[in-house]
Each structure stands twice: as structure tokens, then as C-alpha cells.
């Protein structure tokens, strides 16, 4: 099985996982009337909808180049990350309003046994996928699962709030306005989550750059046949990253040295920040300013 396929099975697993966790959170904060787990559950849609982009990236947004789409497809990634970001937008405005409702009119019932048992399962399946989404992800090599890994310890955290929560009401008789408090909290955090993706695709969206200008400048002056460096950006598209820079060097250097020195920077380019890095290198003679014809 190839790595591609590896990853693309640790995802639907991870996605079927999620989709269960945060269906039964749901579920149960819907009967229950526990705003708590109600907002745990939408932020651990979060979660799903990221193995969604993950997917969606591997899927789609790698399709090769074709006629109108030179640079290939990754930015449908991006798309794909704006509606993520307008779902837990929505999501968190109605934690919200729900909270705000059970401040003016508390409908919380004390949890059953068998709502905290489905909760600590919950828990349990959320430690899992991050435990062997990070495993995958460091064996295969593969930054999509590792980051995702990271993103489901958030719900870890926020499930561990929302549990001792529910043992305090039922088990210690903390107050009812408890549960809209954590309600809240959670809301706030998917309202950190949203900002986060909006954030990092509003970077792609404008040309940010991708690579700060002086790790680059760092390697490609290793190469002894390069003089100087200049005219340097780097931009994201999608899980790829394109790089374009000038340098100077001998200006008696053969047109196929020239062409040689290209492929040799753009190799240590590559072994450093990846094989998807896409590099045009413009080699210019040290000493010679180009002037334009009239």
C-alpha cells in the first residue's frame, strides 16, 4: 500500500471516529438538555470537518495540472476550509444563544449514569484518535496527520472540562448555571478554532509569505557559486508551497553550469522543506545590471 493510501485510510478512520463521538454527544446533550455537551459535541465537529479538508486535500486538491489550473488544484483546499470556518461560526452563535437561554431559564437535568458512561466513552475514543492519528502520522511522515493529531488534543481538553463538570452538578451539587458557563467556554473556543482556520487561509488567499526569506537566503548561500541572493518570495497554495528568487554568480559561468546550479539549489530546497516544493531559481551575472531596450 502506497503512503498516499496509508494516510488516506488513517483519515476515513479517524472521520468515521469523530463523526461518532460528536454524533453521540449531540444526541445526548439534545435529550438530556445539557448545553455542555451539546456545545462539546459541535466543537468536536470540528475534528470531523478537519479529516473532511484532509481528505478533500488528498483527493481533489492533488489532481494533477491541466489546462486552467497551471499551478494544480490545492486552493480548492482553501474553499473547502472558508465553509469549515462559516459552519463553527454558526455552530458557536447558536452555543451562544442556547447558553444565554439557560442562564434566563434553566431546563438541566442531572445526568444518568448512563449519560456519564457515554461521555467517558466519548473521552476515551478522543484520546485513541490522537494517540494513533500521531503514531500514523510520525511513522508515515506525513505533517497532515501530525497537525490534525494536535488539533483533536483541543478536544481532549474541552471533553475533560465538560466531564468534571457533569461529576461536580451530579455528585457535589455545583450550581446548575455550571453547565452555561462551561457552555460558554466551549463556545469560545470554537470561535478560536474558526478564527485559526480563517486565519491561516486568509494567508493563502493574500500571497503571505509561506517561508521566511532568510532560511532561504541561509541554504541557497551554501552553494559556493553563489555570490549574493535577492528578489526572494515564497507563497501557499494548498499543502504546497511555491518559492521564486535571483541570484548572482560568475558571469562567466556556461549556460549549462547555469542550468546545473538551478537544479542544485532547488534539491537543497527540497531536501529541506519537502518534495512538494515547487522553485524557480533566475541566475544572473555578478556585475551586470539588466537594462531595458527602447
Known amino acids: 500500500m502506497s503512503k498516499n493510501k496509508k494516510v488516506l485510510f488513517v483519515l476515513w478512520v479517524t472521520l468515521f471516529l469523530n463523526v461518532l463521538v460528536s454524533s453521540i454527544k449531540i444526541i445526548v446533550g439534545l435529550l438530556t438538555g445539557i448545553g455542555s455537551i451539546l456545545a462539546d459535541g459541535y466543537h468536536s465537529l470540528a475534528d470531523a470537518s478537519s479529516n473532511v479538508i484532509g481528505l478533500f486535500t488528498m483527493k481533489i486538491a492533488q489532481k494533477p495540472i491541466d489546462e486552467d489550473h497551471a499551478y494544480g488544484h490545492q486552493r480548492y483546499e482553501t ?19 442556547n447558553s444565554i437561554e439557560s442562564f434566563r431559564n434553566p431546563l438541566f437535568n442531572r445526568p ?5 458512561l457515554l461521555i467517558m466513552f466519548t473521552f476515551g475514543v478522543n484520546i485513541f484518535v490522537a494517540t494513533y ?3 500514523a502520522g510520525r511513522k508515515l511522515k506525513s505533517t497532515l496527520l ?11 481538553y474541552i471533553s475533560g472540562g465538560v466531564l468534571i463538570n457533569l461529576i461536580l452538578i451530579t455528585f457535589f451539587n455545583a450550581p446548575l448555571w455550571l453547565d452555561a458557563v462551561t457552555s460558554m467556554l466551549v463556545a469560545l473556543l470554537i ?11 486568509s494567508h493563502e488567499l493574500t500571497d503571505a509569505i509561506a517561508i521566511e526569506p532568510q532560511l532561504i537566503t ?23 508551497v511555491f518559492i521564486d528568487f535571483h541570484v548572482k ?7 549549462v ?4 546550479l538551478s537544479h542544485d539549489l532547488e534539491d537543497n530546497l527540497r531536501t529541506e522543506f519537502g518534495d512538494d516544493l515547487g522553485v524557480i531559481v533566475h541566475v544572473e551575472p555578478e556585475g551586470y545590471s539588466y537594462k531595458k531596450r527602447d
Open 191 to 201: 470561535f478560536k478554532t474558526a478564527y485559526g482556520i480563517f486565519k491561516e487561509s
Open 218 to 240: 541561509d541554504i541557497v548561500l551554501k552553494n559556493p557559486n553563489v555570490y549574493s541572493i535577492h528578489k526572494i518570495r515564497s507563497r501557499k497554495s494548498g499543502s504546497q
Open 112 to 116: 444518568e449514569p448512563l449519560t456519564l
Open 79 to 97: 474553499l473547502a476550509t472558508l465553509f469549515i470556518v462559516a459552519l463553527l461560526t454558526y455552530l458557536g452563535i447558536e452555543v451562544i444563544f
Open 146 to 156: 501530525v497537525a490534525d493529531a494536535k488539533h483533536t488534543l483541543s478536544d481532549i
Open 133 to 135: 492519528e500521531g503514531i
Open 249 to 255: 554568480s560568475d558571469p562567466n559561468m556556461p549556460l
Open 257 to 260: 553550469d547555469a542550468h546545473n
